[in-house]
Nanobody, 113 residues
Framework: EVQLVESGGGLVQPGGSLRLSCAAS????????MYWVRQAPGKEREGIAAISFGGASIYYADSVKGRFTISQDNTRGNLALQMDSLATEDTAVYYCSACGKVWGQGTQVSVSS
């Protein structure tokens, strides 16, 4: 079964950090561009980070550039998103995706004092 499962979300204070993980199974992880996408309440989904197969290319949305870091472990089929200097506007459900074709169920990140 093709599957992506996110973990690592939670409640954090402004300025804090969280690390999200996305475990892939049922497909060859290293052959796809992998994305992190988030959706805040009442807003459309926003692509925030992308990494190419092999990790040669990485892109960030301006809203997270300099604060978030995407990485992948191809041998384990795991995608990660290190989130630092979190702000209240980062509150959203975070999804990982393989090329926009396979999606995880999402993990909630809430930033609040």
């Amino acid at each position: 079964e093709v599957q992506l499962v996110e973990s690592g979300g939670g409640l954090v204070q402004p300025g804090g950090s969280l690390r999200l993980s996305c475990a892939a199974s049922g497909f060859t992880f290293s052959r796809y561009w992998m994305y992190w996408v988030r959706q805040a309440p009442g807003k459309e989904r926003e692509g925030i980070a992308a990494i190419s197969f092999g990790g040669a290319s990485i892109y960030y949305a301006d809203s997270v550039k300099g604060r978030f870091t995407i990485s992948q472990d191809n041998t384990r089929g795991n995608l990660a998103l290190q989130m630092d200097s979190l702000a209240t506007e980062d509150t959203a459900v975070y999804y990982c995706s393989a090329c926009g074709k396979v999606w995880g169920q999402g993990t909630q990140v809430s930033v609040s004092s």
